[in-house]
């Protein structure tokens, strides 16, 4: 009796340590270490891939893995995700129309839907959205998906960009796994409307899904996160990185061709 008693402590133990508790601890009970520091070109950042199907995790330096950092314009992606349940936008397709006020990039200075918001990365669209959602609503959304410190006290319509609210690489990986599932406390409709304008890269072989992030002040922080479908298998990814989204970007596609996830001729 002894025996089995102490036999059934040791599983639990190991079962705890192994699986871990926390969005900011442990993702998987299988988790590798991504030897990719070439790829950072000497620039501090994280990556953490995660197979979805066979919860294999692989992570590129595990510290910087679980600290937080403002997601700059990766939240447009819950922002949409919010906007779309609480019909401060109709659909997809919503046009809303240029203030005038002339920006840095051309593709900014015109009309634009919620699609091409996402896709040009279009800050003025998702702030006016924002806006419409309210602090009141913006605020229970946020808690009920858990979204990295939960903190929008920034302003309703700049908490995200270099201010209050902040996340981990291993917090977006959760995120972006449960939007893949349609497992967030929003519409499966919303869900699907939302992961198809993420769509970067659309191949016979494989659908790539992501947006960026760059903290615009000082180009200082960079992410990319999202997911890559193929006939086998659903990878999330996130990366930050002291540099640009492109940055983050080109070290994602990098270890995806690495590891054959993606066309490496692509």
């Given at each position: 009796m002894?025996?089995?008693?102490?036999?059934?402590?040791?599983?639990?133990?190991w079962t705890g340590a192994s699986v871990g508790t926390s969005a900011k601890g442990n993702i998987g009970h299988k988790e590798?270490?991504?030897k990719i520091e070439e790829l950072f070109n000497e620039k501090d950042g994280?990556?953490?891939?995660?197979n979805?199907?066979?919860d294999?995790?692989?992570v590129y330096?595990?510290?910087?893995?679980?600290?937080?950092f403002t997601p700059e314009s990766t939240f447009k992606v819950a922002n949409a995700l919010i906007g779309l349940q609480t019909s401060a936008v109709r659909d997809e397709y919503e046009v809303k129309r240029w203030d005038g006020v002339t920006r840095e990039f051309e593709v900014l200075n015109r009309d634009h839907?919620?699609?091409s918001g996402m896709r040009h990365s279009v800050i003025w669209y998702y702030q006016d959205m924002a806006r419409d959602i309210g602090e009141e609503q913006m605020e229970q959304y946020v808690n009920l998906m858990n979204y990295g410190n939960r903190d929008i006290s920034g302003g309703i319509d700049r908490f995200s960009l270099d201010n209050t609210l902040e996340i981990t690489a291993r917090e977006q990986i959760h995120f972006i796994?449960?939007?893949v599932k349609e497992r967030l406390p929003f519409d499966e409709k919303h869900q699907k409307i939302v992961k198809r304008m993420m769509i970067d890269d659309e191949q016979d072989e494989y659908t790539v899904h992501g947006k960026t992030g760059t903290r615009l002040s000082d180009f200082g922080l960079g992410w990319y996160v999202g997911f890559v479908t193929t006939e086998k298998d659903t990878w999330a990814f996130a990366v930050n990185i002291d540099g640009s989204g492109t940055d983050a970007k080109n070290v994602v596609l990098s270890v995806l061709k690495k590891k054959d996830i993606i066309d490496p001729k692509s």
């Open positions: 002894f025996g089995l008693l102490v036999l059934l402590a040791f599983l639990l133990v590798k270490k991504l994280t990556m953490v891939l995660k979805l199907k066979k294999k995790v692989f330096n595990q510290e910087r893995s679980r600290e937080r839907t919620l699609a796994e449960k939007l």
